[in-house]
């Protein structure tokens, strides 16, 4: 009695989609027997801090992790299931287009090409609903195969489209339309474009959890819309999430729109969509007293170097950052980002970065990719890393022979084309239940 009220306490607390939960309880019983699974588990706990078991365990009762540790100090006289590979926290993705997998990587141009050319004539399909529905189970599908278990994502304009993504999600998801009121092409804008009540009933119908409000960028959004999806998302406590800053066409474009801001970060800042719930994609053109702005504000990033490689958009002045204590965390940016995987992102961080001079390192990769995303959207007490009570969410990479270093393992296990580091995982736990 008292295992199965702490279990469904647990998977409400969790914000669990009601689809993840169903699956949960069929393959997971409240009151299972313990789990333990033996292998070598690297475990990030800061930017440079990174605990590592090189015989390792993680027990797991009831879809939570209860202990994580040297084998001997977890098993408590368990039979363990011995896996080969390394055991880490599952990936977190802060920005992802779930609407642009079917097309990541397939177009090369300057941003606002790349939108207008071919990123929204792709979005335009996700009016049918059907349409919707197969695409996104496969696009979850595809981000286990790949070791996410969560993050935050843009989903297109169109409200069914939502709710396909909501339907399908597995793992620990924020979601929203991207709203778009001007600035493209009727098919996405619609006849009449979307009142501000419509984007107030979805995100009543989702919830503060689940549903993350989600003006485009500033160029598809006029000064009133975007100062109502503010108000709308300070009243109900809603994540928000926006692009700023991506290309230097963009600024002029922003710039000319704008004539009134200060910048382009006061653009957002007047509507009132600054905060600490606020993840804003990219962040590459900025300067100094915006900088100063977002970490005034407390706002966190999304950093999103491989989309910001393939669209020649630049690099995140990392210095400026972490000069100002502003969080971040690695994002795909998929379908400008040409892959699902964080490994390919967490690579991508690292070739950038040190070719500009900057120390990064292996280790600060992985938290970048994992607890650093799980603390950006508020979930880092119950997600992001291995530690007691929180969610059995992990991923089994292969390991290397010959004594265990964590950080040159690390580097040789994001080496890779971003085909083969979407498939190099060897498998995802939700809950303490293999997927896939
Ligand atoms: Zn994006």
Same mark, same amino acid.
């Given at each position: 009695?008292?295992?199965?009220?702490?279990?469904?306490?647990?998977?409400?607390?969790?914000?669990?989609?009601?689809?993840?939960?169903?699956?949960?309880?069929?393959?997971?019983?409240?009151?299972?027997?313990?789990?333990?699974?033996?292998?070598?588990?690297?475990?990030?706990?800061?930017?440079?801090?990174?605990?590592?078991?090189?015989?390792?365990?993680?027990?797991?009762?009831?879809?939570?992790?209860?202990?994580?540790?040297?084998?001997?100090?977890?098993?408590?006289?368990?039979?363990?299931?011995?896996?080969?590979?390394?055991?880490?926290?599952?990936?977190?993705?802060?920005?992802?287009?779930?609407?642009?997998?079917?097309?990541?990587?397939?177009?090369?141009?300057?941003?606002?090409?790349?939108?207008?050319?071919?990123?929204?004539?792709?979005?335009?399909?996700?009016?049918?609903?059907?349409?919707?529905?197969?695409?996104?189970?496969?696009?979850?599908?595809?981000?286990?195969?790949?070791?996410?278990?969560?993050?935050?994502?843009?989903?297109?304009?169109?409200?069914?489209?939502?709710?396909?993504?909501?339907?399908?999600?597995?793992?620990?998801?924020?979601?929203?339309?991207?709203?778009?009121?001007?600035?493209?092409?009727?098919?996405?804008?619609?006849?009449?474009?979307?009142?501000?009540?419509?984007?107030?009933?979805?995100?009543?119908?989702?919830?503060?959890?689940?549903?993350?409000?989600?003006?485009?960028?500033?160029?598809?959004?006029?000064?009133?819309?975007?100062?109502?999806?503010?108000?709308?998302?300070?009243?109900?406590?809603?994540?928000?999430?926006?692009?700023?800053?991506?290309?230097?066409?963009?600024?002029?474009?922003?710039?000319?729109?704008?004539?009134?801001?200060?910048?382009?970060?006061?653009?957002?800042?007047?509507?009132?969509?600054?905060?600490?719930?606020?993840?804003?994609?990219?962040?590459?053109?900025?300067?100094?007293?915006?900088?100063?702005?977002?970490?005034?504000?407390?706002?966190?990033?999304?950093?999103?170097?491989?989309?910001?490689?393939?669209?020649?958009?630049?690099?995140?002045?990392?210095?400026?950052?972490?000069?100002?204590?502003?969080?971040?965390?690695?994002?795909?940016?998929?379908?400008?980002?040409?892959?699902?995987?964080?490994?390919?992102?967490?690579?991508?961080?690292?070739?950038?970065?040190?070719?500009?001079?900057?120390?990064?390192?292996?280790?600060?990769?992985?938290?970048?990719?994992?607890?650093?995303?799980?603390?950006? /959207?508020?979930?880092?007490?119950?997600?992001?890393?291995?530690?007691?009570?929180?969610?059995?969410?992990?991923?089994?990479?292969?390991?290397?022979?010959?004594?265990?270093?964590?950080?040159?393992? /690390?580097?040789?296990?994001?080496?890779?084309?971003?085909?083969?580091?979407?498939?190099?995982?060897?498998?995802?736990?939700?809950?303490?239940?293999?997927?896939?």
């Amino acid at each position: 009695m008292r295992c199965g009220a702490r279990a469904a306490r647990g998977y409400h607390e969790a914000g669990s989609f009601f689809h993840e939960t169903r699956s949960l309880n069929r393959s997971a019983p409240q009151c299972e027997s313990p789990r333990l699974f033996r292998a070598t588990v690297v475990n990030p706990l800061g930017p440079e801090d990174c605990r590592v078991h090189v015989d390792g365990g993680v027990r797991v009762r009831a879809g939570r992790i209860e202990a994580v540790g040297p084998i001997e100090r977890v098993a408590q006289g368990l039979e363990a299931e011995t896996l080969d590979g390394v055991i880490v926290p599952g990936f977190f993705d802060v920005h992802i287009h779930w609407v642009q997998h079917q097309v990541r990587g397939a177009f090369h141009a300057d941003l606002l090409t790349w939108l207008t050319q071919h990123i929204w004539p792709a979005e335009m399909a996700y009016a049918d609903p059907t349409r919707a529905r197969s695409d996104a189970q496969t696009f979850f599908a595809d981000l286990l195969r790949a070791g996410t278990v969560g993050g935050m994502a843009y989903s297109s304009v169109h409200p069914e489209a939502l709710g396909a993504a909501f339907a399908c999600a597995r793992g620990r998801w924020r979601i929203g339309n991207a709203v778009m009121t001007e600035g493209a092409p009727a098919a996405l804008i619609g006849a009449k474009p979307m009142a501000l009540s419509v984007i107030a009933d979805l995100a009543a119908r989702y919830g503060a959890e689940r549903f993350v409000v989600t003006p485009r960028f500033a160029l598809n959004c006029s000064p009133d819309v975007l100062a109502g999806l503010g108000a709308l998302a300070r009243a109900g406590g809603y994540w928000i999430q926006t692009h700023l800053a991506e290309s230097p066409a963009e600024l002029a474009a922003v710039a000319r729109r704008f004539p009134e801001a200060l910048d382009y970060t006061d653009v957002y800042d007047r509507a009132g969509l600054l905060g600490p719930r606020t993840v804003l994609g990219h962040c590459i053109h900025l300067g100094a007293r915006e900088w100063d702005c977002l970490a005034a504000r407390g706002c966190g990033i999304a950093h999103c170097p491989s989309s910001n490689e393939a669209l020649g958009s630049g690099r995140m002045d990392l210095a400026a950052v972490r000069a100002r204590g502003i969080r971040y965390a690695l994002a795909s940016d998929v379908g400008a980002g040409p892959s699902v995987s964080l490994l390919h992102v967490m690579q991508c961080f690292l070739v950038q970065h040190r070719a500009a001079g900057e120390r990064v390192s292996a280790i600060e990769a992985l938290y970048r990719a994992t607890l650093a995303g799980a603390e950006l /959207l508020g979930w880092s007490a119950e997600s992001g890393n291995l530690a007691p009570g929180k969610r059995a969410d992990f991923v089994l990479l292969p390991k290397l022979g010959g004594a265990f270093d964590a950080e040159g393992w /690390l580097e040789h296990v994001m080496a890779g084309t971003p085909a083969e580091l979407e498939r190099r995982p060897l498998a995802t736990w939700l809950g303490g239940s293999a997927t896939g």
